[in-house]
């Protein structure tokens, strides 16, 4: 079987996650591998305040 290079899709792949991460400070918003984890933890941490934020609004109005 013959072997797979990804250049094409890894590039798209990784320009995603990079843009994704524009903006952070540091070797976040450069590197690949800073800049996954970076917008993984953004995306949880995103997550968990919306959810917080709608429990908030409820407070403030009731």
Excluded: C, E, P
Excluded at 17 to 41: D, M, P
């Amino acid at each position: 079987m013959a072997r797979v290079k990804r250049g094409t899709v890894q590039k798209r792949r990784h320009n995603k996650i990079l843009k994704a991460a524009k903006g952070y400070r540091g070797q976040r918003s450069t590197l690949f591998r800073q800049a996954k984890n970076a917008v993984a933890k953004a995306g949880m941490h995103a997550y968990r305040h919306r959810r917080t934020r709608k429990r908030d609004f409820r407070r403030l109005w009731i």
